[in-house]
T-cell receptor, first 112, second 114 residues
Framework: QKEVEQNSGPLSVPEGAIASLNCTYS??????FFWYRQYSGKSPELIMS????GDKEDGRFTAQLNKASQYVSLLIRDSQPSDSATYLC????????????FGTGTRLQVTL | DAGVIQSPRHEVTEMGQEVTLRCKPI?????LFWYRQTMMRGLELLIY????????DSGMPEDRFSAKMPNASFSTLKIQPSEPRDSAVYFC????????????FGDGTRLSIL
């Protein structure tokens, strides 16, 4: 079992729709969770972080964390073509200092 | 604030040559990470430093790879001798200490070994 798992996609959604990206992790005592966006040929860029169970909203983005079920998700409302990118889920496990474990990413395509 | 600065942005060299990648972390960040990204393997952590000291180098693929951090504002990743399978994008990232601190990535070095 991979430590952090994501569906590689591509996930295709029409412009204006809600995109839902999911991530599961294996270490039950993981502490903090991050979503990065990576455009083709560019570096990963932090878009959201979440540490407690529940939802956290920032503009069109909502991160959701459920520690009991060991999943974290990212919702993108009113999806735009500029949201087309690969989204990386990263998890900080207990006792690993500042080290992050990354998933392989989900490629999102927002179609016109 | 300036972000993480990496150089060079692109490097093309022949097999067997020494390659040196450079990174300047964000000022005040005491953790520095080196990653390699390929289509096949995704983003892999190679090594990371805390306060200039290597903490975990278990991701370094083999003895041909070495990394140093002589001071808080500079780190190098060397490959000697280089091989075609080392071709990848190499990212440097830095962060403050603390469980909730994110990592911030540089623009990466795209390395091609011919």
């Amino acid at each position: 079992q991979k430590e952090v798992e994501q569906n590689s996609g591509p996930l295709s959604v029409p412009e204006g729709a809600i995109a839902s990206l999911n991530c599961t992790y294996s270490d039950r005592v993981s502490q903090s969770f991050f979503w990065y966006r990576q455009y083709s040929g560019k570096s990963p860029e932090l878009i959201m972080s979440i540490y407690s169970n529940g939802d956290k909203e920032d503009g069109r983005f909502t991160a959701q964390l459920n520690k009991a079920s060991q999943y974290v998700s990212l919702l993108i409302r009113d999806s735009q073509p500029s949201d087309s990118a690969t989204y990386l889920c990263a998890v900080r496990r207990t006792g690993t200092a500042s080290k992050l474990t990354f998933g392989t990413g989900t490629r999102l395509q927002v179609t016109l | 604030d300036a972000g993480v600065i990496q150089s060079p942005r692109h490097e093309v060299t022949e097999m067997g040559q020494e390659v040196t990648l450079r990174c300047k972390p964000i000022s005040g960040h005491d953790y520095l990470f080196w990653y390699r990204q390929t289509m096949m393997r995704g983003l892999e952590l190679l090594i990371y430093f805390n306060n200039n000291v290597p903490i975990d180098d278990s991701g370094m693929p083999e003895d041909r790879f070495s990394a140093k951090m002589p001071n808080a504002s500079f780190s190098t990743l060397k490959i000697q001798p280089s091989e075609p399978r080392d071709s990848a994008v190499y990212f440097c990232a830095s962060s403050r200490g603390g469980v909730n601190q994110p990592q911030h990535f540089g623009d990466g070095t795209r390395l091609s070994i011919l």
